[in-house]
T-cell receptor, first 115, second 111 residues
Framework: DGGITQSPKYLFRKEGQNVTLSCEQN?????MYWYRQDPGQGLRLIYY???????QKGDIAEGYSVSREKKESFPLTVTSAQKNPTAFYLC??????????????FGEGSRLTVL | GQNIDQPTEMTATEGAIVQINCTYQ??????LFWYQQHAGEAPTFLSY????GLEEKGRFSSFLSRSKGYSYLLLKELQMKDSASYLC????????????FGRGTSLIVHP
């Protein structure tokens, strides 16, 4: 079945450590996005990529980094520079070629807790 | 910039009708979305409006007025499983396809 796989689902990190969240999709969608969600909040855009080897900062990119070496993969690294990283992280895609709406398809999310 | 506003929380009774409003101010407009998100899960797509008017899909309907920067999601015949957060999102024009989300409305359905 086609879909978006995020791993790990739960992750604990000590302060000062970098951590990488994986996002893999087999939907053949061009665009991929990383959002962060805090309790009682909406989704805030961290980074997005609409083509391989290119990505753009979203509203809250500081303390995060990404890469897009393959169409299927868009990993997010939470660096030690991110001062408040505990949150729910959502990866999403949009089918730019086939969609006439721009609907987001989401992975199941990764919950990061800093101890 | 973009500003999207929706109520933080609403409560309703099983079997009733509830309307969740969303107002937005954006630099250009390319569509408005409603997503449903149950606690601890990812959002799922409910509806899309790009032209003024009402879009109906089963128990759920969504309305858009572009001139007023206003949308609402209407849920009929409420069920307990409709207890969730409802997110309003807007995509600005220019072909960028970068959805911006409101804070979400937490709907609690009680018996």
């Amino acid at each position: 079945d086609g879909g978006i796989t995020q791993s790990p689902k739960y992750l604990f990190r000590k302060e000062g450590q970098n951590v990488t969240l994986s996002c893999e999709q087999n939907l053949n969608h061009d665009a991929m996005y990383w959002y962060r969600q805090d309790p009682g909040q909406g989704l805030r855009l961290i980074y997005y990529s609409q083509i391989v080897n290119d990505f753009q900062k979203g509203d809250i990119a500081e303390g995060y980094s990404v890469s897009r070496e393959k169409k299927e993969s868009f990993p997010l690294t939470v660096t030690s520079a991110q001062k408040n990283p505990t949150a729910f992280y959502l990866c999403a895609t949009i089918d730019l070629a086939g969609s006439n709406t721009g609907e987001l398809f989401f992975g199941e999310g990764s919950r990061l807790t800093v101890l | 910039g973009q500003n999207i506003d929706q109520p933080t929380e609403m409560t309703a009774t099983e079997g009733a009708i509830v309307q969740i409003n969303c107002t937005y101010q954006t630099s250009g407009f390319n569509g408005l979305f409603w997503y449903q998100q149950h606690a601890g899960e990812a959002p799922t797509f409910l509806s899309y409006n790009v032209l003024d008017g009402l879009e109906e899909k089963g128990r759920f309907s969504s309305f858009l007025s572009r001139s007023k920067g206003y949308s609402y999601l209407l849920l009929k015949e409420l069920q307990m499983k409709d207890s969730a957060s409802y997110l309003c999102a807007v995509t600005a024009s220019g072909g960028s396809y970068i959805p911006t989300f409101g804070r979400g409305t937490s709907l609690i359905v009680h018996p």
